[in-house]
């Protein structure tokens, strides 16, 4: 069974620069995630997806950064404009299904890593 | 809100010790709690979960109790291999808000030396 993919696995701008990124979830997985992962913190929810619907973006800085997941497949996150604080590695995750009394297993992307400078 | 606390690190041991990380919770009602790996270069990997009080997860040799009185889920390997290093994360799941929503800790850094 192939993993959760994402590309670029790296990425350098410049601030004010505009970047996406993409995630290609395991087959069959309802429920998508991104994650910010700053240096020497843990990952930080951004978004969830359920299908094509968004399910929590809380936490996403939503003047600056934006997520769409159309068909319930593929997903993109956009930065725009980048900030130098926004250097990390962006994770993205699926779970087959969420929602029920427990915690569906996730399943991480190897990250895209970036640096904004 | 939810959090998560982790033995600081970097942990450094000799093959064959035995290893303890520290983690504790703060949640509202009854979260399941896990430890994900994170090897270099790569993503993170569910290592184990527990989902109830008194539960044992357990995976590749490591052992996590959750324990609902010290709100706690440390981390032990009876004897660790060079192959252990990677960073480790602690993290829980709330299913009182959102089910598919992880707080993490901030990870525990694992060397093991030959």
């Known amino acids: 069974e192939a993993g959760v993919a994402q590309s670029p696995r790296y990425k350098i701008i410049e601030k004010r620069q505009s970047v996406a990124f993409w995630c290609n979830p395991i087959?069959?997985?309802?429920?998508l995630y991104w994650y910010q992962q700053i240096l020497g913190q843990g990952p930080k929810l951004l978004i969830q997806?359920?299908?094509?619907?968004?399910?929590?973006d809380s936490q996403l800085p939503k003047d600056r950064f934006s997520a769409e997941r159309l068909k319930g497949v593929d997903s993109t996150l956009k930065i725009q404009p980048a900030k130098l604080e926004d250097s990390a590695v962006y994770l993205c995750?699926?779970?087959?299904?969420?929602?029920?009394?427990?915690?569906?297993?996730?399943?991480f992307g190897p990250g895209t890593r970036l640096l904004v400078l | 809100g939810n959090s998560v606390t982790q033995m600081e690190g970097p942990v450094t041991l000799s093959e064959e010790a035995f290893l303890t990380i520290n983690c504790t919770y703060t949640?509202?009602?009854?979260?399941?709690l896990f430890w994900y790996v994170q090897y270099p270069g790569e993503g993170l990997q569910l290592l184990l979960k527990?989902?109830?009080?008194?539960d044992k997860g357990s995976n590749k040799g490591f052992e996590a109790t959750y324990r609902k009185e010290t709100t706690s889920f440390h981390l032990e390997k009876g004897s660790v291999q060079v192959s252990d290093s990677a960073v480790y994360f602690c993290?829980?799941?709330?299913?009182?808000?959102?089910?598919?929503?992880?707080?993490f800790g901030d990870g525990t850094t694992l060397t093991v030396k030959p």
């Open positions: 949640a509202t009602g009854y979260p399941s």
């Open positions: 997806f359920q299908n094509n619907g968004v399910v929590d």
């Open positions: 087959s069959g997985h309802a429920t």
């Open positions: 993290a829980l799941s709330d299913h009182n808000t959102n089910a598919g929503k992880s707080t």
């Open positions: 995750a699926s779970s087959f299904r969420t929602g029920g009394s427990k915690q569906e297993t996730q399943y």
């Open positions: 527990a989902t109830k009080a008194d």
